[in-house]
């Protein structure tokens, strides 16, 4: 059976670990005037006077471990701001974070998190947040805010096959932030050390619609060197659709690494997929939805 870890991956940008000599994105120095008015089209595009804080969505997901198993499954996922959370699969198995602290949810079984024997599943939803700030950010990125903006080349050598024609086609500017999510962000850093996100975005050749984003993650010590290879991931958006005013994808599809090749390259076939059924990015529901009845 499917766990919840599975679905919490497919939005917190896990990654395989990158082959040693896996390259970072690197980080711009400066703003560039024509990069700045694409990411500021982008930016137009999806801000609203009133940022998405809060969703309610359906979703179907397709894991795929390797290229040969597929699993699939379906869940809804409520979230508000600043961080309560409530994912819940077709099982009827819940993970809860509300005003009354975290839940394990089994059916009719209700457990209350606490101590040691509950660590595993308070990680899960500390992941749980990171999803829903993720899908917050491809939802909103015009709350990204990037330090700096720079033209960008599509990245093919890190590209399947199957990606290269289209990557090409598209306008691309590279950003730094802090925005997004990786597993790498949540593990604690030696003293001195600090993360440093770059983010490749391919935009829509005529409209301001992000279609393919690669973002990478390095661990730097205090002198700026890595400590580690850079964590990255790649994300294909599809068949993009308006919602409550949003742009969001009706289809994402999450590509890491291939471990098995010997230059870094990402999979031909994606490790998640994800489809939207429904829902909406402006519910009503307030802090009480969020505890355990």
Known sequence: MLTLPLLLSLLLLQDPPAPPSAPAVPAAPTTDAAARATWDALAKATLDEKPVTAFEL??????????????????????????????????GREHLRGPDGDYLIDREEVLKLVGREATEDKKQIDEAVGVARNFLALTDPARLKPRTVQPATAPEHLLPVVLRERASSLRWISITTDGFHLLSSQAPLPEGARRVQHALLGLDPKDPVLELALV??????????????????????????????????????????????????????????????????????????????
Do not use: C, M
Request: hydrophobic content about 35%; overall charge positive.
């Open 216 to 293: 990478v993650e390095d661990t730097l010590d205090s002198d700026g060197a890595p400590l580690a290879s850079p964590s990255q991931v790649l994300l294909d958006l599809r068949r993009s659709a308006v919602l409550d005013g949003f742009q969001v994808p009706r289809h994402l599809r999450v590509h890491g690494l291939d471990p098995a090749t010997q230059t870094p390259i990402f999979r031909t076939k994606p490790s998640y997929e994800l489809w939207l059924r429904g829902g909406t990015l402006r519910p009503k529901f307030k802090a009480d939805a969020f505890r355990p009845k």
């Open 58 to 91: 359906s979703f179907h997901l397709r894991v795929r471990p390797d290229d040969v198993q597929t699993n699939d499954l379906r869940a809804r996922y409520r979230f508000l701001s600043p961080g309560f959370v409530r994912v819940e699969l077709e099982s």
